[in-house]
């Protein structure tokens, strides 16, 4: 085959290892190696400072008798995300001598988790950093949390009467709530709330751009979008705003971009889109101070820094400086004053945060055995004998043609074994020796550029299936619905070679619950490099880039509840860098049970119920029976997932 070249072998390092996993380019600088192999989270992205030993978490949390998988929360990580957008804007802001003021707001729906918002409010309370609501439920835990009294409450989502009351309830408290009218329908409602309760909210409007998103949430945009007000209706908007004398209400102009947007001209058509509309209603006389460029900002799952889905091909500065820039331009050219900026950005804050270490407990392999027989047998059937001869000659400069001709063997055997020409023996040999064939020209080919398409396939079919003690569908549910691809990385072992190429399979039982794509150099891979598991030593994984969504969108499917997890903090002053600051226990057998209304007082009762029923009749003696129904009951109180201590 022309153009392949063999590489040269060469010791594995750290280096090989980082470059493999791509952990510098999704990793942002909050992961790394240390000199003994191990992923270490950096909270600070300080090399000098402190470092975190994943591997020593791992212990930590297993004294305190926590089973995997396990969810492990970095809120150093949290901080330092959102001082970095804030104190961005705030630096362009005065770099670019822009008149108006940053106030972000985090949208809770990416993570609606307590401890994470009361987190946000905290780090973002310096900067005034605010909180974002898309339904009733969501109101009500961020009018509970967002005390600070400068700082925005941004209500999006269709609303009802009472979504409206408790919006007011909040501007009573003295709250910034601004209520956004997503459909024109609101917009009378809110007059009639606000005079029934005689309060006035600011409201804000959100437009449908004709511009459309990027990406797998590219639907979300453009006219046909699900929320927002079209032009015609904005205008309607403001001239019945004007007939109530309530023009002086509406304080924040909105638009919605997507999610997870990969290339940054879509952002920017959008944002120039958005920028001329919020001048020319301030030329009809709209009092608007706001400007709320939404969501969407995208970060690099793949480390690609590309415009593909699972990436972006921007900074999140080079984001703000867009937004920043543009939007005061506009304003300049047409002799409008520059409004206060507002975010809606929540992937890009809560990804890296958190991530889900999983331990791998079995192997499904496509294998064939050891110490095959190819020496030359006369008795041996034709396809036999052509099959033992192929891997005897098998080398590098074979390898292409070999594989054809074993192929067709191999279908010749299964045809002859229906026709009974071949026995269930011979059919065992020569699909052993088969699976021989394509395991040494993946092994010949290992450090060859430019393999052939054929060999990408046999990596991909050969892949053995590594299984790990999670459900895809509670921890990693994109991975599913949409392909969206996660890193995944070994939590040690970096400095020695990775060996065998795998994909992954959760325990549920459904054909779907595995991953197949993974990161790759240039391109998503079908499997995954990982090392042998070690013997006698449990081997871990990271899935990585979890906090936005995944925490909060995971399902019961099995009935595998919510994950054990491990809040960390980073100290300087301890050994290891770190203390375990809080441990929230997953859901027992019992309590998902209980979500889908059964009941487990009336569960035990049965149990006992047929044993006594076995214990009368002498098939159970009582001494077993007893320990059979505590069996029971302890099983209710136990850990959805695999004990992996037993």
């Known amino acids: 085959m022309r153009g392949m070249t063999k590489k040269k072998l060469k010791k594995w390092s750290l280096k090989d290892s980082t470059e493999l996993y791509q952990i510098s380019k999704w990793g942002e600088g909050y992961f790394g190696l240390n000199a003994e192999g191990d992923l270490c989270v950096i909270p600070q992205k300080n090399i000098e400072g402190p ?80 909180l974002e609501a898309g339904s009733k439920p969501e109101l009500m835990a961020v009018l509970a949390y967002n005390t600070n009294p400068t700082a925005l409450t941004i209500l999006n989502g269709y609303k009802d009467y009472q979504y409206m009351k408790l919006a007011m309830l909040g501007t009573k408290l003295g709250r910034k709530m601004i209520i956004v009218i997503e459909k024109f329908s609101e917009l009378q409602q809110v007059l009639e709330i606000s005079e029934d309760l005689d309060v006035e909210p600011m409201i804000g409007v959100r437009a449908k751009l004709s511009s459309k998103a990027s990406g797998k949430w590219a639907e979300s945009s453009g006219d046909f979008a699900k929320f927002g007000l079209s032009i015609p209706q904005i205008v309607q908007m403001v001239e019945v705003l004007k007939k109530h004398n309530k023009l002086h209400m509406l304080k924040l102009f909105h638009f919605h971009v997507g999610s997870q947007i990969p290339d940054i001209r879509t952002l920017k058509e959008c944002l120039i889109e958005g920028a001329h ?41 080079e984001y703000i400086a ?20 507002v975010t809606e950005t929540g992937r890009a804050m809560a990804a890296h945060h958190s991530f889900v270490v999983t331990n791998v407990f079995g192997e499904i392999s496509l294998q064939a055995q050891d110490n095959l027989d190819i020496a030359e047998n006369p008795k041996d059937h ?52 088969y699976w021989a064939i394509c395991q040494k020209i993946i092994n010949l080919t290992l450090n060859t550029d430019n393999v052939p398409d054929v060999v990408k396939s046999l990596k991909k079919e050969l892949a053995s299936k590594y299984l790990c003690n999670f459900s895809l569908f509670q921890s ?15 939590i040690s072992h970096h400095n020695q070679k990775p060996d065998i190429h795998c994909t992954l399979a959760d325990i549920t039982c459904d054909s779907d619950g595995k991953v197949t794509h993974f990161i790759g150099k240039d391109q998503d891979e079908s499997s995954l490099l990982l090392h042998s598991r070690p013997l006698n ?37 301890d050994p290891n860098d770190f203390y375990i600051e809080e441990i929230i226990r997953g859901h027992s057998a019992g309590e998902v049970l209980e979500i889908m209304q059964y009941d487990k007082t009336e569960m035990n ?5 047929q044993v006594d029923k076995k214990i009368k009749s002498g098939d159970i003696k009582p001494r077993i029976g007893v320990k059979l129904t505590d069996f029971y009951e302890e099983s209710l109180n136990s850990y959805t997932y695999l004990d992996s201590k037993r």
């Open 537 to 573: 030593q449990d081997y871990y994984l990271g899935i990585f880039l979890t906090g936005a969504y995944q925490d909060v969108m995971g399902d019961m499917h099995n009935l595998f509840g919510r994950l054990n997890e491990v809040h960390v903090y980073c100290d300087d002053e």
């Open 476 to 490: 990693l549910p994109d991975s599913w619905a949409i392909d969206q691809v996660f890193p995944i990385v070994p």
């Open 51 to 130: 470092k975190i030993n994943i591997r020593e978490v791992i212990e930590e949390a297993k004294k305190e008798n926590l089973g995997f998988p396990l969810v492990m929360r970095f809120h150093d990580i949290l901080r330092d995300r959102i001082r970095d957008l804030n104190q961005s804007f705030l630096n362009i802001i005065k770099e670019a001598e822009y008149k108006g003021d940053y106030y972000g707001v985090y949208p809770i729906k990416v993570n609606q988790l307590r401890e994470v918002v009361e987190e946000i409010v905290e780090a973002g309370s310096d900067y005034n950093y605010g």
């Open 322 to 341: 867009d937004v920043v820039y543009n939007l005061k331009e506009i304003c300049d050219i047409n002799n409008v004053d520059h409004p206060n900026i």
């Open 382 to 433: 034709r396809i036999l004998k052509n099959m033992k001869a192929l891997l005897r000659d098998l080398d590098f400069g074979n390898y292409y043609d070999t594989y054809h001709d074993a192929s067709l063997f191999k279908a010749e055997s299964t045809s002859a074994f229906k026709l009974g020409v071949l026995d269930l023996l011979e059919r065992s040999q020569i699909e052993n020796i």
């Open 605 to 609: 009762r049965l149990i006992k119920q």
């Open 277 to 317: 509309i919020f001048v020319h209603l301030k030329k009809l006389g709209a009092p608007i101070e706001y400007f709320d460029a939404g969501g969407g900002v995208g970060i690099s799952y793949d480390g690609s820094l590309s415009s593909e889905g699972s990436s972006t091909n921007y900074t999140l500065k």
